[in-house]
């Protein structure tokens, strides 16, 4: 039976900072809290003979993908398709003025200069089907909160990607079946063109 864990990146600079970040270059990577929740996540995936890591192109990301498996020799794969949602002009403020902008505005609307969350979500999808499609039997994904709380309410059937589950911690695996990633995945696509 083939596996992906799918984790959230280690807290990083940013997230203690209060900012919200969609550029990989301008990523500071992870805080010491983060790289320590990365060494954790090694730690608690030790028993799976992971055959692939696949991330995001955000520092974040690769270093917590590099810090859980610093002792095992695994090939390292980057999806762009796994970044986060690209938030076009509120790159750079804070946490609070994202939730304001977001606030009374649906998925389909896009972020000033960047994309709509449904437009992500279809992304997302399709970062998914790719890792799908490969032969590799155990997956570790290392990405961002959204693609992970997306597979995580689709999985479980909800008719929202956003809920039940909405903050996910940083660098605890999440584990998924083919099938159920498949299901996931295909419940994403159908939800984030509709929504």
Same mark, same amino acid.
């Given at each position: 039976?083939?596996?992906?864990?799918?984790?959230?990146?280690?807290? *990083?600079?940013?997230?203690?900072?209060?900012?919200?970040?969609? =550029?990989?270059?301008? =990523?500071?990577?992870? *805080?010491?809290?983060?790289?320590?929740?990365?060494?954790?996540?090694?730690?608690?995936?030790?028993?799976?003979?992971?055959?692939?890591?696949?991330?995001?192109?955000?520092?974040?990301?690769?270093?917590?993908?590099?810090?859980?498996?610093?002792?095992?020799?695994?090939?390292?794969?980057?999806?762009?398709?796994?970044?986060?949602?690209?938030?076009?002009?509120?790159?750079?403020?804070?946490?609070?003025?994202?939730?304001?902008?977001?606030?009374?505005?649906?998925?389909?609307?896009?972020?000033?200069?960047?994309?709509?969350? =449904?437009?992500?979500?279809?992304?997302?999808?399709?970062?998914?089907? *790719?890792?799908?499609?490969?032969?590799? *039997?155990?997956?570790?994904?290392?990405?961002?909160?959204?693609?992970?709380?997306?597979?995580?309410?689709?999985?479980?059937?909800?008719?929202?990607?956003?809920?039940?589950?909405?903050?996910?911690?940083?660098?605890?695996?999440?584990?998924?079946?083919?099938?159920?990633?498949?299901?996931?995945?295909?419940?994403?696509?159908?939800?984030?063109?509709?929504?």
């Amino acid at each position: 039976m083939r596996t992906f864990l799918l984790a959230r990146h280690g807290q *990083s600079q940013l997230n203690v900072a209060g900012i919200v970040n969609a =550029d990989p270059g301008r =990523d500071p990577g992870l *805080s010491p809290a983060g790289e320590e929740e990365a060494r954790q996540l090694g730690r608690q995936i030790a028993a799976f003979e992971i055959e692939l890591v696949a991330t995001s192109q955000f520092p974040r990301a690769q270093q917590t993908a590099g810090l859980a498996l610093a002792t095992r020799n695994v090939p390292h794969v980057i999806v762009s398709d796994l970044d986060d949602v690209k938030i076009g002009e509120l790159e750079g403020k804070t946490i609070a003025d994202y939730r304001a902008w977001k606030h009374g505005r649906s998925r389909t609307e896009p972020f000033p200069g960047g994309e709509s969350l =449904d437009a992500a979500a279809t992304r997302y999808a399709g970062a998914y089907r *790719s890792l799908l499609d490969r032969p590799e *039997s155990t997956v570790l994904v290392i990405c961002h909160e959204i693609p992970v709380r997306y597979a995580i309410n689709a999985a479980a059937g909800s008719g929202q990607l956003d809920a039940p589950v909405h903050d996910v911690p940083n660098a605890v695996p999440y584990l998924f079946g083919e099938s159920q990633l498949a299901a996931a995945t295909e419940r994403i696509a159908e939800l984030s063109a509709i929504e």
